[in-house]
């Protein structure tokens, strides 16, 4: 295999969503389409729990507090916490590593 062929490769691997990745590319059409409906039925469950988390505090919370809140991987939840309809406030407070995080709060609370 060439250098060329071998960066294409890669970088085609780089280009599957990750919804392409929940389902092998010899799978059936209905088996793609339940590992996309799976897929969106989880982001949906975290966006509620996020969204419950935050309008519950009134002083709003960055995305590492609300992913300790509900048992959420940090990440997923900074990912996530965009999608929700939530204001982004100028106000940050300091993260489990002393970084500052933004606050997030619920459009009635701004």
């Given at each position: 295999m060439t250098q060329l062929s071998i960066e294409s490769n890669a970088a085609n691997m780089l280009?599957?969503?990750?919804?392409?990745?929940?389902?092998?590319?010899t799978d059936s059409q209905t088996s793609r389409d339940a590992a996309k409906a799976a897929v969106s039925r989880k982001a949906d469950g975290e966006r509620a729990a996020i969204t419950?988390?935050?309008?519950?505090?009134?002083?709003?919370?960055?995305?590492?507090?609300?992913?300790?809140?509900?048992?959420?991987?940090?990440?997923?939840t900074s990912r996530r916490i965009s999608e929700c309809g939530l204001i982004k406030t100028d106000i940050s407070r300091p993260n489990f590593c002393a970084r500052p995080g933004a606050v997030w709060v619920w459009g009635a609370s701004a």
């Open positions: 280009a599957r969503s990750f919804v392409d990745t929940r389902s092998r590319s419950k988390c935050v309008k519950a505090a009134p002083d709003g919370l960055t995305a590492y507090q609300v992913a300790d809140l509900i048992g959420l991987d940090r990440q997923e």
